[in-house]
């Protein structure tokens, strides 16, 4: 099964500040690689597929890049909203795995 | 719009059986693969299984864990998707959500307790 770390694991940050978060593959998956959001009580929310494809209806303030093993999904100016725990997930192969998570929290 | 109701969430013994529904609306569900992805309370997220759309012969991929007990099954004519849960453990217990990745259901409860 391909292993997904992400780090950190928490994450504390300001209204209007910027953040990265890395996931890595144990081994190469191409592209295939989606970040989801998911805030307390709810269903995970679908960000990025394809690694760098925003899904639909997704504002641009958040971005993915990376190929291989390693990506990052990057926030820009954040907002009280974007406070939330958030997953890689590879679908390369079966199984499908997700990242252990990364919660952002208000500073 | 899209929607995606799960609904067979419950209280079951351990190894009991529970049969979840997926029902489906807004997308053409017959060419859609549908996944089963749970998440156990203040855990991550873990893939369930997944059951393709009839081009791809219904094919199924499960997850190890529930492998062998669990059977993820479809009804195009119904738009709805089911997950089989048998030889059910304590472990099992979890929200159950079905998902086709860009669009998820609001998740069904499954505690397996005694």
């Known amino acids: 099964d391909i292993q997904m770390t992400q780090s950190p694991s928490s994450l504390s940050a300001s209204v209007g500040d910027r953040v990265t978060i890395t996931c890595r593959a144990s081994?190469?998956?191409?592209?295939?690689l989606a970040w989801f959001q998911q805030k307390p009580g709810k269903a995970p929310k679908s960000l990025i597929y394809a690694a760098s494809t925003l899904q639909s209806g997704v504002p641009s303030k958040f971005s993915g890049s990376g190929s291989g093993t390693d990506f990052t999904l990057t926030i820009s100016s954040l907002q009280p909203e974007d406070f939330a725990t958030y997953y890689c997930?590879?679908?390369?192969?079966?199984?499908?795995?997700f990242g252990q998570g990364t919660k952002l929290e208000i500073k | 719009e899209v929607q995606l109701v799960e609904s067979g969430g419950g209280l079951v013994q351990p190894g009991g059986s529970l049969k979840l529904s997926c029902a489906a609306s807004g997308f053409t569900f017959s060419g859609s693969a549908m996944h089963w992805v749970r998440q156990a309370s203040g855990k991550g997220l873990e893939w369930v299984g997944r059951?393709?759309?009839?081009?791809?012969?219904?094919?199924?991929a499960y997850a190890a864990s529930v492998k062998g007990r669990f059977t993820i099954s479809r009804d195009d004519s119904k738009n709805t998707a089911y997950l089989q849960m048998n030889s059910l453990k304590t472990e099992d217990t979890a929200v159950y959500y079905c998902?086709?990745?860009?669009?998820w259901g609001q998740g069904a409860l499954v505690t397996v307790s005694s």
């Open positions: 998902t086709i990745w860009e669009d």
């Open positions: 081994q190469g998956i191409s592209n295939y």
């Open positions: 059951i393709s759309s009839k081009p791809n012969n219904y094919a199924t």
């Open positions: 997930q590879q679908y390369n192969s079966y199984p499908y795995t």
